[in-house]
C-alpha cells in the first residue's frame, strides 16, 4: 500500500466471510485486500447497545448489529484498498496546465468519537513533462476511497496529495479540504456550523509562491490572482 495509508497496525484483520470484500469493491471500484471480520462486529454492536441499557431483543434493534456490519462495509473501506490503485490509469495528453477539481463531496468518520465529519474536497495537480493526466472521475474516487476509514481531516488531506504525488508523479499538486465536525457540533463545544480547512501543497505549489497563491485561489473560489 501507498505510505500514506492508514497505519497498518491498525488496520483490521482480512476476512472474506459474509461477503465483506464483495460490498467493498462495489463501493470502491477496486480491488479489495480482504474484508471485515463480521462476527466481531456485530458482537461489538451489541456489547455496545447493551452497555447503553437496550434491550437488544426489541424489534427495532434486534437487527442493528448486523446492518452495522453491513455499513461498516462501505464508510471503512478504504482500510482494505490502496488509494494508489485508484490512480492506475494515465493518458499522455501533453497538457501542461493546472488540472482541478472543486466541491468533491465526501464523508469520513473522526477516529476520535467515532462520529462523522463531513465536507468537500478541492483536488488539483499540474501534470508532468510528458503530459500525463487521469480520468477527472479517478480524482473524485481518490477523495473518496481515503475518506472511508477512520480519520482525521489532516490525514485525509495529506493522503491525497501524496498518492496524488507517487502515482502521477506530476509537477505539483494541492488539496484542500472544508468539513464540517459532528464532534465539534452535537458534543463539546457544540459549535455546529463551524467549518476546518486543511491545506496540502506539493512540488512546485509549495515552492513558487504565485503558482501556490493561483491554486489556492481558484481552487476555494475565494478570488483569482491576476495573470
Known amino acids: 500500500m501507498s505510505q500514506s495509508t492508514f497505519p497498518p497496525a491498525s488496520r483490521p484483520e482480512q476476512h472474506e466471510a459474509n461477503g465483506s470484500s464483495d460490498r467493498v469493491a462495489f463501493v470502491t471500484n477496486a480491488t479489495p485486500q480482504g474484508g471485515f471480520d463480521h462476527d466481531k462486529l456485530r458482537e461489538g454492536v451489541r456489547l455496545l447497545l447493551e452497555g447503553l441499557g437496550l434491550d437488544t431483543s426489541h424489534p427495532g434493534i434486534v437487527d442493528t448489529p448486523g446492518r452495522v456490519a453491513d455499513m461498516y462495509d462501505e ?98 499538486a494541492i488539496v484542500v479540504l472544508e468539513a464540517e465536525h459532528l464532534c465539534m457540533s452535537m458534543r463539546g463545544v457544540r459549535k455546529p456550523g463551524a467549518q476546518t480547512v486543511t491545506s496540502a501543497v506539493r512540488g512546485i505549489m509549495r515552492d513558487d509562491p504565485a503558482t501556490r497563491a493561483e491554486a489556492m485561489a481558484l481552487a476555494t473560489g475565494r478570488g483569482s490572482s491576476s495573470t
Do not use: W
Request: glycine share 8%; proline share 6%.
Open 75 to 172: 464508510i471503512f473501506a478504504g482500510l482494505v484498498v490502496d488509494p494508489g490503485d485508484v490512480l492506475d490509469v494515465t493518458f499522455a495528453e501533453g497538457h501542461d496546465e493546472l488540472v482541478l477539481i472543486r466541491d468533491i463531496p465526501f464523508a469520513s468518520i473522526c477516529e476520535h468519537h467515532l462520529v462523522p465529519f463531513i465536507g468537500r474536497a478541492h483536488v488539483g495537480y499540474v501534470p508532468n513533462e510528458s503530459g500525463a493526466v487521469t480520468g477527472l472521475s479517478k480524482l473524485a474516487r481518490l477523495v473518496d476511497v481515503v475518506a472511508k476509514r477512520p480519520n482525521l481531516q489532516e490525514r485525509i488531506t495529506s493522503t491525497v496529495a501524496d498518492t496524488l504525488m507517487e502515482q502521477l508523479e506530476p509537477k505539483g
